[in-house]
């Protein structure tokens, strides 16, 4: 059985842009059209987040569980009025593959365009990173990051 494909509609998102868990399977392919503001979309369901070149604005992709692509998404991050507004984030996760975002984050503080944190088997291939502020700036930062593969980014 294949999986299912879902186009971007408030039945697999709630008004903070957290997925829906009684509505996302594992498994599932997300498709995202259009412009998303303000969104901190928790990821705690293996799927595959794509789209026709989406893009969010002062937004975060936080992914928390195993076996998660993410591609073709577009993220710029600028004056965003909570700390912390990285592009991706992915925490205590395997298997997560990263790959053709363009990825644009300015923060005075903590500026990361994909940061990963104890995780392992990540991969981050071809994709544009941007990153810029006054401290803490990188546009790809792994702490805690083991058999992970960087490749073929424009940083």
């Known amino acids: 059985i294949d999986s ?7 039945a697999f998102i709630d008004e903070n842009g957290n997925l829906k868990n009684d509505f996302v399977q594992d498994g599932d392919t997300l498709y995202f059209d259009g412009v ?7 990821v705690t369901s293996s799927v595959k987040i794509t789209g026709n070149s989406p893009k969010f ?3 975060t992709f936080i992914v928390t569980t195993d076996s998660v692509w993410i591609e073709n998404l577009t993220i710029i991050n600028k004056n965003a009025e909570r700390h912390n507004a990285w592009g991706i984030f992915v925490a205590d996760a395997q298997i997560v593959k990263i790959v053709n975002n363009n990825i644009t984050v300015y923060d005075p503080a903590s500026a990361y365009a994909v940061y990963i944190y104890q ?9 544009e990173l941007f990153s810029s502020g006054n ?5 790809l930062l792994g702490y805690g990051a083991e058999e992970c593969e960087f490749t073929n980014n424009v940083l």
């Open 4 to 10: 299912p494909v879902f186009t971007q509609n408030p």
């Open 36 to 42: 998303f503001d303000n969104k901190q979309i928790l």
């Open 57 to 59: 604005t002062n937004s």
């Open 119 to 127: 995780s392992s088997k990540i991969y981050v291939e071809d994709n």
């Open 135 to 139: 401290s803490l700036t990188y546009p």
